[in-house]
């Protein structure tokens, strides 16, 4: 027999073991499954709720962006769920439905032991990720859930949540957002009060992580200004690309880099791609109409909002646009990390949260690999793309713990003080 078949034989059994997701090279696909995998903001609980939806469903006429066979696929690592509880309707019970999303999560990861667990730190990502599970985090998204009381945001902690968007396109008692800052009728505080410069402090202390996505370019600033840890932006792409008030400044993403923080882009195309967001913007007021028609449809008849079936009219109009190439992702990715550096960039996707408006080839979690191989024929090294992928949020993750064991062993210093006796 001769030798040469014995020596091609381990490379050809790792070529063959190794799925290879269309369109991604043997290389590409090497370095995407060496690297813990991070994404930071995905809407699936709320399919948990009020779908009844099951993670570890494998139908594949499925539109859903996340399932543990699609993570698999993705080799998705560490998904950070949103609790993200919708202002409107949900007023007088906001914390109501954050413990009832928090509740959903953590039922999918009883249901699927095997293939997913609750995740609450960077050593538990990294258990979840030698025991080939999903490590499954929760951030809540938007400080309204905390009803301005600081005991609820200890709880939400406690349960496991470790970051909070301090604002969702809401502005809240304590943080102005970008959603509704040129809006009269909403009042204002410019930017973050005393109590939500308290809020970043105790968060600071507790070890949950400051996301600045969503915020008004002042309670951002404010935030930058306060803050003790690094910050991330759980989801949110560049404004130099993309004219969304949503978006940030290459202002803001300097200033994260100098916080040591990082931007996690999003996938959603009305931030990635300005003919995308122009299209939607002048849509807008008819997808308003539709939606308003649907409620009063259903009050009329008395029946509870489905938001299924919003959904359902939402991704009907965002089907009429044409879907970005993978390109305009890829830009935004490649912007931050020219503007702020390959350390302060990582991916946020917002799937299951954007009416399916993801750019052409990522239609699930399934497709990550192939971001890594667009970054490696853009030049990226393997090191750099894995920073990208995850190393980069693990690393503010860690620092985020650090000071959290730092403010809670040293002495208790007088904000941090008054901190505690605030409601
Ligand atoms: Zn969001």
């Not at 993670?55 to 006429?61: F, K, M, R, V, W």
């Not at 902690?157 to 304590?174: A, K």
């Not at 402090?201 to 992580?209: A, C, K, Q, S, V």
């Not at 489905?306 to 965002?318: H, K, S």
Request: charged share 25%.
């Amino acid at each position: 027999m001769n030798i040469r078949p014995l020596l091609v034989l381990p490379f050809l059994s790792s070529l063959l073991l190794a799925q290879l997701t269309p369109g991604v090279s043997a290389k590409a696909q090497a370095i995407h499954d060496s690297a813990i995998v991070v994404d930071t903001h995905a809407d699936t609980p709320q399919r948990f709720l009020d779908e009844n939806f099951d993670i570890g469903s494998t139908d594949p006429n499925d539109i859903g962006h996340i399932s543990l066979d699609k993570a698999k696929r993705g080799n998705l690592g560490a998904e950070f769920f949103s609790i993200w509880v919708e202002p409107e309707t949900n007023q007088g019970r906001y914390a109501k439905h954050t413990f009832d999303l928090i509740d959903s999560v953590y039922e999918q990861a009883a249901r699927h032991p095997d293939r997913m667990m609750m995740a609450f730190s960077v050593a538990d990502i990294e258990r979840a990720h030698k025991e080939h599970k999903l490590a499954a985090l929760m951030g809540i998204e938007g400080g309204h859930s905390i009803e301005a009381d600081m005991h609820l945001l200890r709880d939400y902690y406690r349960l496991g949540v470790r970051y909070m968007t301090l604002s969702w396109s809401n502005t809240n008692e304590w943080a102005d957002s970008s959603g509704d800052i040129n809006d009269e009728k909403v009042q204002h505080h410019n930017g973050l009060t005393d109590f939500g410069k308290q809020v970043v402090l105790e968060m600071n202390r507790l070890g949950m992580m400051v996301d600045i996505s969503h915020v008004a370019d002042k309670t951002f600033y404010d935030t930058i200004a306060t803050t003790k840890a690094p910050v991330i932006a759980s989801h949110s792409s560049a404004r130099a690309l993309v004219n969304a008030p949503r978006d940030m400044t290459d202002d803001m993403l300097r200033a994260v880099a100098k916080n040591g923080g990082v931007v996690q882009v999003n996938f959603f195309n009305a931030f990635i791609d300005e003919d995308f967001r122009k299209a939607a913007e002048a849509q807008s007021k008819d997808v308003a109409a539709a939606r308003q028609q649907f409620i009063e449809k259903s009050k009329a008849e008395g029946k509870p909002i489905n938001y299924i079936e919003l959904d359902r009219i939402e991704r009907e109009w965002m089907a009429k646009i044409p879907r970005p190439p993978l390109k305009s992702l890829i830009d935004h990715i490649d912007h931050i990390a020219k503007v702020a550096g390959v350390d302060h960039v990582g991916l946020g996707s917002d799937f299951d949260g954007v009416s399916g408006a993801t750019p052409q080839g990522i239609d699930s979690a399934a497709d990550l690999p192939k971001i890594t191989q667009a970054l490696l024929d853009r030049g990226y090294s393997a090191t750099d793309i894995k920073k990208i992928l995850g190393g980069n949020l693990l690393r503010v993750f860690r620092q985020v713990e650090q000071v959290s064991e730092a403010m809670r062993s040293g002495p208790i210093d007088t904000v941090d003080g008054a901190a505690r006796e605030v409601k």
